[in-house]
């Protein structure tokens, strides 16, 4: 009897007939388009280690967590009214809890008053720039932020005048303004041109959770520093005392001396001035 050949067995023990299973027993054979399918749904994951779902078109869409969490990836413009004026502003990202901010403020208001006899007309001008960190401790909205007034262009001037045979007073000392020459002059009070800040506050202009719209409140102050103030007064003074006695301010070294205390009763008048207090309320876009 001869030996089966070889190769008809294996045909068939790879024939149905050969291959059925057990009663029962169901198996599954291995997909591996489908493994590569699940691998390829976690294949791009956000920095904190989250999975990132693919679109449509097969790219990886950002997750809320990673927006605005790298330096410069996004721009926010926004407006504010505040006690250093009308203001424009502009943020962007340097990390996850740290923004860079800067703006300007603008406001100008004129009013006339009389203090020691003599007659103000007065223009109080509101012109700044700004700079500063936003930083978010808690990752939330709410921020301290150190910074700098860069240019402090905040001032008070006006033009002085006293009527003819109106009096006066001069560091507590009484005069007469000539009704021929009758006294005039100018002040003003000035501060720092640069002044550092400090101010806390709620609202990020780049919302870390993807939101494109904010409204921040800023609470602080800026120290610009001890005031500068300045009167310069010409014309001619009488002496209620002696009738008939008069002087020009330019050659009567009294009155120079007079004014020059006057001055600084100003200054010291406005010393409060040089913590500024800083309140705002504003409304800001991301991009």
């Given at each position: 009897?001869?030996?089966?050949?070889?190769?008809?067995?294996?045909?068939?023990?790879?024939?149905?007939?050969?291959?059925?299973?057990?009663?029962?027993?169901?198996?599954?054979?291995?997909?591996?388009?489908?493994?590569?399918?699940?691998?390829?749904?976690?294949?791009?994951?956000?920095?904190?280690?989250?999975?990132?779902?693919?679109?449509?078109?097969?790219?990886?869409?950002?997750?809320?967590?990673?927006?605005?969490?790298?330096?410069?990836?996004?721009?926010?413009?926004?407006?504010?009214?505040?006690?250093?004026?009308?203001?424009?502003?502009?943020?962007?990202p340097l990390a996850g809890h740290l923004n860079l901010r800067g703006g300007a403020n603008f406001f100008s208001y004129t009013d006339s008053l009389t203090s020691d006899g003599i007659h103000y007309d007065g223009n109080l001008r509101f012109r700044s720039a700004?700079?500063?960190?936003?930083?978010?401790?808690?990752?939330?909205?709410?921020?301290?932020?150190?910074?700098?007034?860069?240019?402090?262009?905040?001032?008070?001037?006006?033009?002085?005048?006293v009527p003819g045979g109106d009096s006066f007073t001069l560091n507590n000392v009484t005069y007469i303004s000539s009704t021929t020459d009758p006294v005039m002059g100018t002040g003003s009070v000035k501060f720092n041109k640069a002044a550092p800040k400090l101010?806390?506050?709620?609202?990020?202009?780049?919302?870390?959770?993807?939101?494109?719209?904010?409204?921040?409140?800023?609470?602080?102050?800026?120290?610009?520093?001890?005031?500068?103030?300045?009167?310069?007064?010409?014309?001619?003074?009488?002496?209620?005392?002696?009738?008939?006695?008069?002087?020009?301010?330019?050659?009567?070294?009294?009155?120079?001396?007079?004014?020059?205390?006057?001055?600084?009763?100003?200054?010291?008048?406005?010393?409060?001035?040089?913590?500024?207090?800083?309140?705002?309320?504003?409304?800001?876009?991301?991009?």
């Amino acid at each position: 009897m001869r030996a089966f050949p070889l190769m008809p067995l294996l045909l068939l023990s790879l024939s149905p007939a050969f291959s059925q299973q057990p009663a029962g027993l169901v198996t599954t054979p291995l997909d591996f388009s489908s493994s590569l399918k699940v691998t390829g749904a976690f294949a791009n994951l956000s920095p904190d280690g989250a999975a990132i779902p693919a679109n449509g078109s097969g790219h990886a869409t950002a997750s809320a967590a990673s927006v605005h969490s790298t330096p410069f990836t996004g721009l926010a413009l926004g407006v504010k009214v505040g006690l250093l004026g009308i203001g424009v502003e502009a943020a962007t990202p340097l990390a996850g809890h740290l923004n860079l901010r800067g703006g300007a403020n603008f406001f100008s208001y004129t009013d006339s008053l009389t203090s020691d006899g003599i007659h103000y007309d007065g223009n109080l001008r509101f012109r700044s720039a700004e700079a500063g960190l936003d930083w978010f401790p808690f990752a939330g909205g709410f921020h301290i932020s150190p910074g700098a007034l860069l240019y402090n262009g905040n001032q008070i001037t006006g033009n002085a005048a006293v009527p003819g045979g109106d009096s006066f007073t001069l560091n507590n000392v009484t005069y007469i303004s000539s009704t021929t020459d009758p006294v005039m002059g100018t002040g003003s009070v000035k501060f720092n041109k640069a002044a550092p800040k400090l101010t806390a506050g709620f609202g990020n202009m780049l919302p870390r959770s993807g939101r494109h719209f904010s409204m921040p409140l800023e609470v602080g102050f800026a120290y610009e520093g001890d005031p500068k103030a300045a009167l310069n007064l010409a014309g001619t003074v009488c002496y209620p005392d002696t009738p008939g006695a008069c002087e020009t301010i330019a050659s009567d070294p009294a009155v120079q001396a007079n004014i020059a205390a006057q001055q600084q009763k100003i200054a010291n008048d406005a010393s409060p001035a040089r913590f500024y207090p800083i309140l705002s309320l504003g409304f800001a876009v991301s991009f």
